[in-house]
């Protein structure tokens, strides 16, 4: 089974990531590019998964680990556990990611 994209803020949080991301920093359009071409390739991800699967979990959204491994890229990190260590703390990956404050590193 596939997991959801999905992007939901918490209830109690004040702010919003965006809210901490300068509305000139360099990931702005590279987000927005990066979005429409994952659009684009939605139904090959989507029939790439089972729709319904007996037991186990839902997948982390293919979409979302794309999105980390450009930033692996584009920050030069040597590993997918550093990623993961930065995707803990760092509020603009967390971002581009899509995921929120109270959202669990990819693992």
């Known amino acids: 089974m596939r997991g959801a994209d999905t992007f939901t803020e918490s209830l109690f949080t004040m702010r919003r990531l965006d809210d901490f991301v300068p509305v000139s920093h360099p990931l702005r359009p590279v987000r927005k590019m990066v979005n ?23 997948s982390i959204a293919p979409e979302k680990l794309l999105r980390a491994m450009l930033l692996q890229i584009f920050y030069s990190i040597r590993s997918e556990r550093m990623l993961m260590e930065q995707t803990q703390y760092n509020l603009l990956f967390r971002w581009f990611i899509g995921l929120s404050m109270d959202d669990a590193a990819l693992i």
């Open 36 to 58: 429409q071409a994952l659009k684009n390739i939605e139904p090959l991800l989507s029939g790439m998964y089972v729709a319904i699967i007996k037991g186990g979990r839902p």
